[in-house]
């Protein structure tokens, strides 16, 4: 896979033309630390796991497109400059040499029993009308081909990930739905359990385990997106819930926006023993930029670009350096680290990360965090549904038990 993935990345050399220091961009970073962050990401665009502006499309334009100037500077243009989390834009994510965004369709635990599917369809298409009204910079990405031509191009590949598994209302059927619609990966949880599966939030205590992990629903869920070709995403559940996941998935997992829990204790981050299954069945874990998540102590200092790189190079360490990734959660978070204060910051992480001096960073390394890592693991996916499809792998028609609803 990484040979086909390599020639891609050598392909998009040829029509990415900002592998070049930025005026301003050095900071106390070398030159030649600067020069080298351009010419990897020139070669191997950022591609991030996780950026939830869609969430303001609908809290500040009410989803109507036509009031969106994505293609100027929004934190000088409201209503985006007095926004909570002013993270992206165009002119943004081509300083932050951007190759890839899943965008995420959310909807908060509130309408889990009343309206979910709804409004998650709602979200999702928004974000298609979104990607399709900047076509000279943004391109609709469903599969691994789709990132090869996006970047071939010059364009930002853009795939859609819904946050939260109480987007299909306990249905195998809307989950088909929600993959035909586009969406490419799923969180099988956010704030709340779902009927069939635990959310981080039961490690803490704010509310009990309601499946201890996944339930036997919860299982033909996971199956049936293997079956699709959609990629499991494990941010936001239980550490119980990972590791059955990990004992019933036939294809690898991501983990969208989440960290390493030796690094940071909040339960939204990952432990070590889950990071090796990791390793064995295959997967990338993408590192969340917020500050509560990156450090214990976020109330009392200021999280940096180092911590990030503690996280990444702890997921390296337990891992392996072809399992970790960047899922920024940028426009969800109202914490960010000090030097990385929105999507044009990427190269000031990979700048770090050279200068660190826990690993020699190879130009193969940061590319595999950049992006190739999520690109072996999406076509990892691809390449299982295909082989069920081939062994004559049926729709799951199963319904949820009432018992668990």
């Known amino acids: 896979i990484l040979s086909n993935v390599f020639l891609l990345c050598c392909l998009a050399t040829l029509s990415h033309s900002r592998n070049v220091v930025r005026d301003g961009s050095l900071g106390n970073r070398s030159l030649e630390t600067m020069e080298r962050v351009y010419r990897v990401l020139g070669q191997y665009p950022v ?30 243009e409201e209503p985006w400059a007095s926004y909570w989390a002013n993270h992206v834009d165009l002119p943004r994510m081509r300083a932050g040499q951007m190759g890839g965004q899943f965008w995420s369709a959310f909807i908060s635990c509130k309408s889990q029993y009343a309206d979910a599917i709804q409004l998650f369809l709602e979200q999702i298409d928004v974000i298609k009308q979104f990607v399709a009204r900047y076509p000279d910079d943004l391109m609709w990405a469903t599969g691994t081909s789709d990132i090869e031509t996006a970047w071939t191009e010059g364009k930002i590949a853009s795939m859609i990930g819904v946050e939260s598994g109480h987007a299909i209302g306990s249905s195998l059927p809307i989950l088909r739905t929600l993959y035909d619609m586009g969406a490419r990966y799923m969180t099988l949880t956010h704030g709340c359990n779902t009927p069939w599966a635990d959310a981080a939030q039961v490690e803490s205590g704010y509310f009990p385990p309601r499946s201890n992990g996944i339930s036997q629903f919860g299982e033909r869920v996971v199956l049936e997106m293997n079956r699709l070709g959609m990629l499991v995403d494990l941010s936001h559940v239980s550490s119980d819930a990972m590791r059955q996941v990990l004992d019933v998935t036939l294809a690898p997992i991501i983990f969208s926006h989440s960290g390493a829990r030796a690094i940071g204790s909040n339960p939204r981050n990952v432990p070590d023993d889950v990071l090796e299954r990791v390793a064995e069945v295959g997967g990338v874990v993408m590192v969340n930029f917020y500050a509560c998540f990156l450090i214990d102590n976020c109330g009392e200092e200021d999280a940096t670009v180092l911590d990030v790189v503690k996280h990444i190079n702890h997921i390296r360490k337990v891992a392996g350096v072809d399992h970790v990734g960047i899922g920024g959660d940028y426009n969800g978070i109202d914490l960010v680290p000090v030097g990385l204060e929105d999507v044009s910051k990427y190269p000031e992480l990979f700048a770090a990360l050279i200068e660190d001096g826990e690993f020699e960073w190879t130009d193969e390394d940061l590319g595999k965090v950049a992006g190739l890592n999520l690109i072996n693991t999406f076509k990892a996916v691809e390449d299982v549904r295909d082989m069920l499809a081939e062994a004559g792998e049926k729709a799951d028609n199963s319904w949820i038990p009432a018992a668990d609803l």
Do not use: A, Q
Not at 57 to 67: A, H, I
């Open 47 to 76: 591609i991030d796991g996780h950026n939830d502006f869609p969430m303001g499309l609908r809290s500040l334009l009410k989803n109507d497109v036509e009031k969106l100037n994505f293609d100027h500077d929004l934190t000088v």
